[in-house]
């Protein structure tokens, strides 16, 4: 085998553990971490013993990536399928008789995980492992594409271009979105976060956790993904040009803006409805 050749296959290589490795599976870290970060705010005296007593030094928004952060263990490999749900392409909302796949899915796996969080006879590694995953879940059913369609794989199979580097649809709305508001306005998670924590209103706050059921969460969701897809990116009129482009961003960062506080402002809910009372 010649040298380049050899070198191809490495580089290949490298370039298909890459690929892999960037498959996604929620909001990037820093979306979680907001989100945690938020709900951490909202925390009653006693759900926030209850968290603390449960995570010791591991903060909720810490808590928030620990479902992303053990994907591709093979002993956590179940939880893979439970991070979204999928709809036919002419859904106007979820149906769990007809998308449920037996529980397999983001809907019921809140409303398990939240079960046993709540039960305060269960093992304590038990509901430790309920609150990560309800604190990645939660946040997760609030990004539009977790609740998409199977056939592109919520956009995971959709190749677009942006900030000039090739990724798929599914990772600009995971993520790409987020760096590029937080590397043009100079923000890190944590400032971006306290911005969007201090500019949630009464009324949005009692807005969003006025209903707690998982099922019109995805449903938020739907509508916000048939709206992505009604408006998806034209193929580049220059050639090497973003898909995305900056009024792409400007368009959908104030929708992204929102499902993150949403998805904060909830999880601080259910984890006061959870935790909040003597048991
Ligand atoms: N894989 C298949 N469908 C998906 C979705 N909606 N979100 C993330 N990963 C997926
Ligand atoms: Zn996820
Ligand atoms: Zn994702």
Not at 4 to 27: D, E, N, P, Q
Not at 52 to 69: M, R, S
Request: hydrophobic share 40%; proline share 4%.
């Amino acid at each position: 085998m010649s040298t380049l050749s050899r070198l191809h296959i490495i580089v290949i290589a490298v370039l298909g553990l890459a690929m892999s490795m960037t498959r996604c599976f929620g909001w990037g870290g820093d979306g979680h971490r907001m989100i945690g970060a938020i709900a951490q705010s909202q925390l009653n005296e006693q759900a926030a013993e209850a968290v603390k007593g449960l995570l010791g030094d591991e903060t909720l928004a810490e808590a928030c990536c620990w479902a992303d952060k053990i994907r591709g263990e093979k002993e956590y490999a179940w939880v893979s399928p439970l991070h979204y749900i999928n709809a036919p392409r002419d859904a106007k909302t979820v149906d769990l008789d007809r998308d449920g796949l037996d529980g397999q899915q983001i809907v019921s796996s809140i409303g398990k995980y939240r079960e046993i969080l709540k039960d305060s006879e269960k093992p304590k590694e038990e509901r430790i492992l309920a609150l990560r995953l309800l604190a990645h879940f939660v946040g997760d059913i609030h990004q539009p594409l977790h609740v998409s369609y199977k056939d592109d794989k919520g956009g995971n199979m959709l190749t677009v271009t942006h900030l000039g580097t090739r990724s798929s649809m599914h990772s600009v709305w995971d993520s790409g979105f987020i760096k590029q508001h937080c590397k043009k306005m100079e923000l890190s998670w944590e400032t971006m976060g306290a911005a969007l924590r201090e500019t949630i209103t009464p009324d949005e706050q009692r807005r969003w956790s006025q209903s707690l059921d998982p099922v019109e969460w995805a449903n938020e969701s739907l509508v916000l993904t048939i709206s992505i897809y009604a408006k998806l990116p034209e193929p580049p009129k220059v050639k090497g040009a973003d898909d995305f482009t900056e009024s792409d961003a400007q368009h959908w960062m104030p929708t992204v803006a929102d499902r993150l506080q949403t998805a904060g402002v909830r999880l601080g809910a259910v984890l006061n409805d959870a935790l909040g009372s003597s048991k």
